[in-house]
């Protein structure tokens, strides 16, 4: 079974440019999750994607957005970047629940995207 | 509003020996735990979870963490460390009802562990 796959490993960008992230998820996973990992701030969830809808967003500036396709795999884009940007960009899938209830399964995460902004 | 505390920033441990990594968590329901390891320029790995029942919980690698309600805590544990144990572990709590649904983790800002040969 095909893990969580995240294209592409590495970016280097200009500030003031865009990106875009890719993430594809486990085969029926429906929920899709970003982290962006800094080594001073740590993991902090960006947002989550459920049947192509946002479900629940972090505290991140409009710069930060999200989709989800049809087949759950989920693009993260990035406008006007930043050097603070700079970061490693986990994706997550878990199955997900479309109920409201919280099932208790674990998240499997992809290798990450490594962004760099100079 | 949910958080994870782990109040070690380096844990060294020599080989052989009993190693412990300790997660303190703050939530306003019922928590859901994992425990994640991230070596060096990959992913997270999942390692275990509480979600009921025992509060020893078994996971990948001979990993195991044991539940403490009153005390708030999800610590890490193997009896036995392995040289390839070295990486960086994360807790991580997941509010059972925080959000419609949502699956948001709030991880702890993880502890490094070194296994000395």
């Known amino acids: 079974k095909a893990g969580v796959t995240q294209t592409p490993r590495y970016l280097i960008k200009t500030r003031g440019q865009q990106v875009t992230l890719s993430c594809s998820p486990i085969?029926?996973?429906?929920?899709v999750s970003w982290y962006q990992q800094t080594p001073g701030q740590g993991l902090q969830f960006l947002f989550e994607?459920?049947?192509?809808?946002?479900?629940n967003k972090g505290n991140f500036p409009g710069r930060f957005s999200g989709r989800q396709f049809s087949n759950s795999r989920s693009e993260m884009n990035v406008s006007t970047l930043e050097l603070g940007d700079s970061a490693l960009y986990l994706c997550?899938?878990?199955?997900?629940?479309?109920?409201?209830?919280?099932?208790?399964?674990?998240?499997?995460f992809g290798q990450g995207t490594r962004l760099t902004v100079v | 509003a949910q958080s994870v505390a782990q109040p070690e920033d380096q844990v060294n441990v020599a080989e052989g020996n009993p190693l412990t990594v300790k997660c303190t968590y703050s939530v306003s329901g019922n928590p859901y735990l994992f425990w994640y390891v991230q070596y060096p320029n990959r992913g997270l790995q999942f390692l275990l979870k509480y979600i009921t029942g025992d509060n020893l919980v078994k996971g990948s690698y001979g990993f195991e963490a044991e539940f403490n309600k009153s005390q708030t805590s999800f610590h890490l544990k193997k009896p036995s460390a392995l040289v390839s144990d070295s990486a960086l572990y994360f807790c991580?709590?997941?509010?059972?009802?925080?959000?419609?649904?949502?699956?948001?983790?709030?991880f702890g800002k993880g502890t490094k562990l070194s296994v000395i040969p």
């Open positions: 994607y459920f049947s192509e809808t946002q479900r």
């Open positions: 997550a899938s878990s199955l997900g629940s479309g109920t409201g209830r919280i099932a208790d399964t674990e998240a499997f």
């Open positions: 991580a709590v997941r509010d059972k009802y925080s959000g419609a649904g949502s699956y948001q983790l709030t």
């Open positions: 085969s029926g996973h429906r929920s």
